[in-house]
């Protein structure tokens, strides 16, 4: 008795080189879809700390100003200190500046790749920035 013949002989194992590439540049593609989405999340995360530095410190009012109806300004020193005591709280490195009735926070941290690492991608900077200025509002217009 004779084997039956197989004419595509040659094609042997083309669909395993195939698929092995295939699922190579999966991995790669969902690599970059989770490290880019949590460096994203750690941005939004460094932005929303250095607004909610900012909200805490623009609510120290000089208060021996603002109850006689004289206006609103900030107490410097407290807004200063409260901004700082929410970085520290937070978890994050930051800064913060009160100038007049105006803070700026700016928050730093670092996002450390899960799938980027393996091709010597590391730590990430992250920065998030706010600016908060305290008005008196009168009637829907800035007094």
């Known amino acids: 008795m004779s ?13 395993s080189v195939y698929f092995v590439s295939l699922t190579l540049g999966m991995i790669v593609v969902l690599g970059m879809v989770v490290d880019l989405g949590g460096y994203i999340r750690a941005q939004q995360h ?5 607004q909610e530095a900012a909200r805490t410190g623009a609510q120290q009012i000089d208060g021996g100003f603002a109850i006689p109806g004289y206006g609103v300004r ?12 929410y970085l520290a ?19 730093r941290a670092t996002y450390e790749p899960i799938f980027l690492s393996v091709i010597a991608i590391s730590d990430l900077p992250v920065t998030g ?9 009168f009637r829907g217009e800035e007094v």
Do not use: C, F, H
């Open 74 to 85: 900030l107490d410097p020193d407290a807004a200063k200190a409260a901004t700082d005591a």
């Open 46 to 50: 460094a932005d929303a700390v250095a």
């Open 89 to 107: 709280g937070s978890g994050l490195e930051g800064s913060s500046e009160v100038a007049e009735n105006t803070i700026t926070v700016e928050t």
């Open 129 to 137: 920035r706010a600016k908060t200025r305290v008005t008196r509002v």
């Open 3 to 15: 084997t039956p013949s197989r004419p595509w002989r040659a094609d042997d194992g083309n669909l």
